[in-house]
T-cell receptor, first 113, second 116 residues
């Protein structure tokens, strides 16, 4: 079945550091890929998305590129802020379908001032 | 901007009791979902709902669970006889027609269910 694997957390960085959170996937079809963010005490918010190979999703300084050859969708940010502290979930869904999202386990990011 | 709402934000119940979690999706959405997140774990898909019937369900969604869209606006998840292990955050989500091949789901803020 479909699955998403994320790097284990927590990830602790200093403010202004470079961030990478790795995400790889397995899928039976051609999925859309997503990053969701969950701030403390809140629900899931879509951070960015990509629908086909080599697409780059971006939002709030975060980027992720859909790499079909390596089945990856790594999340990056050049300079993190304390306010980026949250749990980040990589997820996939089959294009055009109404099936549920398959989430990774989430990576807890802690940014220290 | 339209948003998904869920009530209540927190529900405490005794083991064996029935609970109904409520969601109001965005009005022009067509597909509806329930997910749960046990504390500290990943978000898990429970069920999807389209055209007034279940279109897909996971292994978690057993006979104790049911979903309904009774009046065209609310979308409910019922747990018939709650167990301790049902304690989790439950998220509702909705999706419109896929645009440009991107089937984006919009999530509500969640209902925290605590079973004692």
């Amino acid at each position: 079945g479909d699955s998403v694997t994320q790097m284990e957390g927590p990830v602790t960085l200093s403010e202004e550091a470079f961030l990478t959170i790795n995400c790889t996937y397995t899928a039976t079809g051609y999925p859309s890929l997503f990053w969701y963010v969950q701030y403390p005490g809140e629900g899931l918010q879509l951070l960015l998305k990509a629908t086909k190979a080599d697409d780059k999703g971006s939002n709030k300084g975060f980027e992720a590129t859909y790499r079909k050859e390596t089945t990856s969708f790594h999340l990056e940010k050049g300079s993190v802020q304390v306010s980026d502290s949250a749990v980040y979930f990589c997820a996939l869904s089959l294009v055009g379908g109404a099936d549920g999202l398959t989430f990774g386990k989430g990576t807890h990011l802690i940014i220290q001032p | 901007e339209p948003e998904v709402t869920q009530t209540p934000s927190h529900q405490v119940t005794q083991m064996g009791q029935e609970v109904i979690l409520r969601c109001v999706p965005i009005s022009n959405h067509l597909y509806f979902y329930w997910y749960r997140q046990i504390l500290g774990q990943k978000v898990e898909f429970l069920v999807s709902f389209y055209n007034n019937e279940i279109s897909e369900k996971s292994e978690i969604f057993d006979d104790q669970f049911s979903v309904e869209r009774p009046d065209g606006s609310n979308f409910t998840l019922k747990i018939r006889s709650t167990k301790l292990e049902d304690s989790a955050m439950y998220f509702c989500a909705g999706q419109g027609l896929a645009t440009g091949g991107i089937n984006e789901q919009f999530f509500g803020p969640g209902t925290r269910l605590t079973v004692l």
